[in-house]
């Protein structure tokens, strides 16, 4: 059954990779056999046989891990076929990495991070930042002090001062709004309900799931903005849950950026002044937006009423691993903060337990050689992003800003040619 059952599986993956630089050599059925025998075990035989016919993938791909062979020789060659595998792998990804298209990673960075020696040098350490970032704990190999100079530089960015934020080096930008978004379940523990535009990434939804928190979809313009009569009335028939406002800075496919002033103006209109948390999803573009233009600072500010801000690392920024930031308000943060664990002498406020030390070093590096000066320098020109029609977001109530927007919509027009080029422009303009 073994036999049969490996055979079939490496014949498929041979027709599978059809040629591809990674069919190296599928391991034979005789492999399975031979690792079988060194079990020495018949119900672990019974159970890797088992596996083995409902996962056929992993039996027949040359990077099954396997038994090293007890020989000398044979452990050797198996050693240089492991290089081998490895080398051929970096190969394959190398011409991975210069055909990417889609993912909006900064390849120039990312390969000039990964050749810089000085970071290079950092490899062979297990760098590891577990707990709170502000509190030395039991761990000696850390990088703390940098990733403190990142979010400190994180949290100037977007207006909060050194002793009013609080936040951390994530693994992601998934990670920063899993944490925006409990702290927001935290704060408004009582039935609070999420708001999240249709366009938002998948992780705000897996969020609400993961905290049992009811959530209600968004409807977007034609931008990928949020909706904002949608929002109304969305708002209005759960005028007595607090609400918990996922607002994207930055969508995962048009790059819009919602209407940040007109989502706060809507839930204090419907009566939530007090009873809402806004985290800003600024995984894409929460980098690039204060330096869009001279008023964008603005855009993206603590001095309004939002909690909580994430960003990744590795897209803008180009870190050759993936991470993030996220930053909040200092007392917000004490919400999900345990007491000191002991084994760590810190706080467990983050959401992973490891955290990965190498990451604060890619940022530090990063930030120290642009400068808030190379990254102006390299945000694209405000006309070539994305905007917002902002017509269609305007109520119709404020004459005035209906004037502004219906003049704006026929610059738009005369700029982009017709309203179906409304979404290749991302930043809305500040009416
Ligand atoms: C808008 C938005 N939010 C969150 C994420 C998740 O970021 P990460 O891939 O860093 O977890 C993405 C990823 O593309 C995104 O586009």
């Not at 020989?71 to 011409?95: I, T």
């Not at 210069?98 to 760098?127: K, R, V």
């Not at 960015?157 to 379940?185: F, I, P, S």
Request: net charge neutral.
């Amino acid at each position: 059954m073994l036999v049969a059952a490996g055979s079939k599986s490496s014949t498929a993956s041979a027709a599978a990779a059809g040629g591809a630089a990674l069919a190296i050599m599928p391991p034979t059925a005789d492999h399975h056999q031979q690792l079988l025998h060194h079990l020495h075990d018949d119900q672990l035989a019974n159970d890797v046989a088992t596996m083995e016919s409902s996962w056929s993938w992993s039996w027949s791909s040359p990077f099954a891990v396997q038994e090293p062979p007890v020989g000398e020789e044979a452990a050797a060659e198996r050693q240089a076929e492991v290089g081998r595998l490895l080398a051929g792998f970096r190969r394959h990804l190398g011409e991975r990495t210069a055909l990417h298209l889609g993912y909006p990673y900064n390849l120039q960075e990312q390969e000039s991070l990964s050749s810089t020696p000085e970071l290079a040098a950092f490899q062979g350490l297990c760098i590891n930042n577990l707990g709170d970032p502000f509190v030395e704990s039991n761990y000696g190999v850390h990088s703390r002090p940098l990733e403190v100079a990142v979010l400190d530089w994180f949290a100037r960015l977007w207006g909060l001062r050194r002793d009013a934020y609080w936040g951390y080096v994530t693994a992601c930008g998934t990670e920063g709004n899993l944490h925006g978004l409990l702290l927001g379940r935290e704060l408004l523990p009582d039935g609070a309900v999420m708001y999240a535009s249709a366009d938002s990434h998948y992780s705000v939804f897996k969020a609400a799931r993961m905290y049992r928190v009811r959530c209600v979809e968004v409807g977007t313009l034609v931008s990928g903005e949020m909706d904002c009569d949608d929002f109304r009335s969305k708002l209005m028939q759960n005028t007595a849950n607090p609400a918990i406002v996922n607002v994207n800075i930055g969508t995962t496919v048009k790059g819009a950026v919602d209407d940040l002033d007109s989502i706060i103006s809507t839930l204090q209109e419907c009566g939530f002044r007090g009873r809402f948390y806004i985290h800003c999803d600024g995984a894409l573009a929460g980098l690039m937006v204060p330096f869009i233009k001279q008023e964008a600072p603005k855009l993206l500010t603590f001095e309004k009423p939002i909690g909580s801000v994430s960003v990744s690392g590795h897209k803008f920024l180009g870190c050759p691993v993936p991470c993030g930031v996220v930053i909040t308000r200092r007392e917000h943060a004490a919400a999900l903060a345990t007491d000191v664990v002991e084994y760590l002498s810190s706080r467990d406020a983050t959401i992973m337990g490891s955290r990965n030390g190498h990451a604060p070093l890619f940022l530090w590096h990063a930030l120290c050689t642009k400068g808030r000066r190379g990254i102006r320098e390299e945000v694209p020109e405000e006309r070539a992003l994305p905007r917002a029609p902002v017509a269609a977001r305007v109520p119709g109530r404020h004459r005035a800003r209906r004037r502004h927007a219906q003049r704006r919509a026929r610059q738009d027009r005369r700029l982009c040619g017709g309203p179906c080029c409304a979404a290749e422009r991302m930043v809305p303009r500040r009416s």
